[in-house]
């Protein structure tokens, strides 16, 4: 069986997110995606709530798993029997950090493959902090993050904003 991780903060998850999750679940039997616990970012959303907003949006997708992991990505793809580290691409600027992460993991275990599919055109403009920032300065996110989880967000945000 091919298992896929596809690893990253989603905080939140966007539209891009999503796209990447779907094209790839269409490649592999089993897709993980992968919240990381540990960050050294703050993150406005919490470990449960990142998971939460990305089952929400994945409602009805079969052969799609929502997990945490802190650690190696490494480990975490191991200990899921994952062989391929699942990757999307936006901008040229976003080539340097991946190409380090790819080669590093690579180096940590020679077994597991990073796949990079490039971002589709309409979201390669998108990422979780311009999400947050448009929330945040009261600018509409319709087409930018899933439908069933825009309410969610505009909660949180109102909810800081009122702090
Ligand atoms: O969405 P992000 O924040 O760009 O995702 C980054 C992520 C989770 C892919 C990266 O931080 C990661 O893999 N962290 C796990 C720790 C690890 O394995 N580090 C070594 C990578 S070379």
Known sequence: MKVFVYPGSFDPVTNGHIDIIQRAAVICDKLIVAVLVNQ?????????????????????????????????LVNFARDKGASVIIKGLRAVSDYEYELQMALLNKKLDEKIETLFMMANLHYSYLSSSIVKDIALLGGDIDGLVPNAIKSDIIEKINGIAQK
């Open 40 to 72: 050294s970012k703050n993150a406005l959303f919490s470990l449960e709530e990142r998971v939460e907003l990305l089952r929400k949006s994945l409602q009805g997708c079969a052969n799609i798993e929502v997990c945490s992991f802190s650690g190696l």
